[in-house]
């Protein structure tokens, strides 16, 4: 079993496991084996959210796994059309009874693009409070919407969700929820292999006798941010999981940091740079 670290999570107090298994895209059979197979194989955190229509295969895979309900860690986001009050606390209901659930362990503002953010904010801590989420948090939110959010005098996410990888490094936002005590987690860590075999990654890949992949899973670990590839390939969920077990050098850590070229994978990504007011 790989050393599966964890990374605290500031206002809940709870811990995340530094790595996971993404599953947009994982549809019906294939989205319960791949995760079956995960939370077999040392796998602890499972993403899923309300747009995937996945959560009900998420939930019958933690039943199928036979694991204990605290080992394991489940994030679900609500999806940009439940934004507000009333919808966002139905929301959350109707995903918990799609996971068969009694809570999960964080929820997400999917994206800021949704609108009302301070009032579904607001809501979100409130469903903190009653213990239908151990902790909650954002994606897709950039400096300017996070630095809105803080000007409410609101508790902060634990969390933010964002694109991140070798070729788009998200420096600002980084910093950022670094200095506020925000953890960083990466979707498209891999920028869903975009860029492979079009850059310098290549040479470093092949000096270490490593895949691309996999330097791109280390090294967003190894800058302590939460990294949740999506695979329906057993072998690569195991391939991915290794990076746990080997480092990257100071040397080597500098040289990807000069690959960022703000590349975009995801369309998502674009959220986060919508003035405040219009989503506020």
Do not use: C
């Given at each position: 079993?790989?050393?599966?670290?964890?990374?605290?999570?500031?206002?809940?107090?709870?811990?995340?496991?530094?790595?996971?298994?993404?599953?947009?895209?994982?549809?019906?059979?294939e989205c319960v084996s791949i995760c079956v197979h995960a939370l077999k194989n040392g796998?602890?955190?499972?993403?899923?959210?309300?747009?995937?229509e996945n959560e009900a295969q998420v939930g019958e895979a933690i039943r199928q796994a036979n694991?204990?309900?605290?080992?394991?860690?489940i994030t679900t986001k609500?999806?940009?059309?439940?934004?507000?009050?009333?919808?966002?606390?139905?929301?959350?209901?109707?995903?918990?009874?799609?996971?068969?659930?009694?809570?999960?362990?964080?929820y997400l503002i999917h994206a800021p693009r949704g609108g009302k953010v301070v009032?579904?904010?607001?809501?979100?801590?409130?469903l903190?409070?009653?213990?239908?989420?151990?902790?909650?948090?954002?994606?897709?939110?950039?400096?300017?919407?996070?630095?809105?959010?803080?000007?409410?005098?609101?508790e902060m996410p634990d969390l933010n969700q964002i694109e991140l990888h070798v070729?788009?490094?998200?420096?600002e936002t980084v910093d950022f929820c670094n200095q506020e005590g925000i953890v960083v987690e990466a979707y498209c860590p891999l920028a869903r292999c975009r860029r492979f075999g079009q850059t310098k990654l290549k040479d470093l890949a092949e000096k270490l006798g490593k895949t691309e992949a996999e330097i791109c899973l280390r090294w967003t670990v190894q800058k302590?941010?939460?990294?949740?590839?999506?695979?329906?390939?057993e072998k690569r969920l195991l391939t991915n999981l290794s990076v746990l077990e080997w480092t990257l050098s100071e040397e080597e850590m500098k040289e990807i940091e000069e690959l960022d070229e703000q590349f975009e994978a995801s369309s998502a990504v674009q959220s986060m740079r919508l003035e405040w007011e219009t989503v506020a």
């Open positions: 079993k790989s050393p599966m670290t964890e990374v605290l999570l500031r206002s809940s107090k709870i811990k995340i496991p530094i790595f996971g298994l993404g599953t947009w895209t994982s549809k019906e059979n796998y602890k955190l499972i993403d899923t959210a309300t747009l995937y694991v204990k309900r605290e080992d394991v860690f609500l999806a940009t059309d439940s934004h507000g009050a009333e919808n966002a606390t139905k929301a959350l209901k109707t995903s918990l009874a799609k996971l068969g659930l009694d809570y999960v362990d964080l009032e579904t904010w607001k809501t979100l801590l409130e903190k409070n009653q213990g239908l989420t151990k902790a909650v948090g954002v994606s897709n939110f950039g400096v300017e919407q996070l630095k809105g959010l803080k000007a409410t005098g609101l070729w788009n490094q998200q420096k302590g941010i939460v990294t949740i590839p999506k695979t329906g390939n």
